[in-house]
């Protein structure tokens, strides 16, 4: 089984008197994390807020009530949590109420969860992101020099647990994990009345990873307005299928102030919703497959490791262009993503090294990606 990083972590804050929140898009793992850290521990109940009953249980919850459901209980697990109305306020409850009683929650929308339990489990809560497999979770499972070679297969099939544990099948489980969850959350969201338009803004978006993106124009190309395409991207972000990067722009009047690009958290997920599983030696896109891949592991990384770092892409109106900036306890640093490694000895642009003479400059290609991911 793949040792997830959160697992020491989420382990330690156990009986610490704090609920525990774990978000991240279903199937990336979070159940099965949790049955692995308490496969050895007793009186654990376990819920899941897709049940119409469990639904209907907390929405009539009282103290007395909960103390009488949970009985010897130590331990209370909610699956998709974000599915149980007030799911905050009956959190609150048990953590103020049954201090003895660990709360464990799960959620596939970080917009429905976190907006759910913020407000009412201020100081009382510990939050988590999970993701798709890593790129440093799959070095610790085998060695760094069999995952180095497997970069190419994981950029066409990504990092999804089931994917990864059955070779040869990639194909079909992508297929089945997509109709089965991609757009099960965020159809259910409100104000989505155009689930067709959804998935036609979906592959818009896949086609332009790398490249920036103009909400006008993927309007046009949708049949959408672009207030309710930036509002379509900003739920497909919070159900973690996407993320975004915004520009750099901070001494020169010529860098672009309000531009985007947006990624995919998943490359397979995204080269299932194009229609195309082809190797990396047979495709035009190889590049922004690698942007994409290296860009998704570092966010992963940072975010594993409690990183501070900002990020942004940088960009000018003369079109000089660096892929990925970092800047953490101000250090700026700067990287450009070169799938060939022949092309490793390129150099910042003048104009950027001008402006920010402090920050450094890094070319990553597959040949020394474990120095940006690990």
Not at 74 to 88: S, V
Not at 307 to 335: C, P, V
Request: glycine share 6%.
């Amino acid at each position: 089984m793949i040792k997830r990083i959160l697992e020491s972590p989420i382990d330690s804050l156990l009986g610490s008197g704090k609920a525990i929140i774990i978000m991240g898009a279903r199937q990336v793992g979070k159940s099965t994390l949790l049955e692995t850290i308490f496969r050895d521990k007793k009186d654990v109940l376990w819920m899941t807020g897709d049940d119409l009953d469990v639904q209907e249980l907390f929405s009539q919850m009282t103290s007395t009530r909960l103390k009488a459901l949970l009985g010897t209980t130590k331990t209370l697990i909610i699956d998709e949590a974000q599915r149980i109305p007030d799911i905050g306020l009956r959190i609150k409850l048990i953590t103020d109420q049954i201090k003895d009683v660990q709360v464990i929650a799960t959620g596939s929308s970080s917009f429905e969860l976190a907006s759910k339990v913020n407000e009412s489990l201020a100081g009382r809560k510990r939050e988590f992101r999970m993701y798709p497999v890593s790129f440093s979770e799959m070095v610790s499972h085998t060695n760094l020099l069999e995952e180095l070679r497997l970069i190419p297969h994981r950029m066409i099939y990504g990092y999804y647990p089931e994917v990864i544990c059955n070779p040869g099948n990639e194909p079909a489980i992508l297929k089945e994990l997509s109709d089965s969850f991609l757009y099960k959350d965020i159809l259910s969201f409100e104000g989505i009345n155009k689930p067709d338009k959804l998935v036609r803004l979906l592959k818009a978006l896949a086609f332009q990873i790398g490249s920036q993106v103009s909400y006008h124009e993927v309007a046009q190309l949708v049949g959408l307005d672009s207030k309710t395409v930036e509002r379509y991207i900003d739920i497909l972000e919070k159900s973690y299928i996407i993320f975004r990067l915004s520009s750099f722009s901070r001494n020169l009047r010529n860098e672009l102030k309000a531009s985007r690009k947006i990624y995919f958290w998943d490359l397979g997920i995204r080269n299932l919703l194009i229609g195309n599983l082809a190797q990396v030696e047979n495709r035009t896109d190889a590049g922004a497959l690698w942007e994409n891949f290296i860009i998704a592991e570092r966010l992963k990384r940072n975010s594993y490791n409690g990183s501070i770092a900002q990020y942004w892409f940088w960009r000018t109106q003369q079109q000089k262009e660096i892929d990925y900036l970092e800047e953490e306890n101000g250090q700026l640093n700067a990287y450009e993503f070169k799938w060939n490694d022949k092309k490793s000895n390129v150099r910042a642009p003048e104009s950027f090294s001008k402006a920010y003479p402090d920050a450094t400059f890094h070319i990553i290609t597959p040949k020394n990606a474990d120095e940006f991911l690990l």
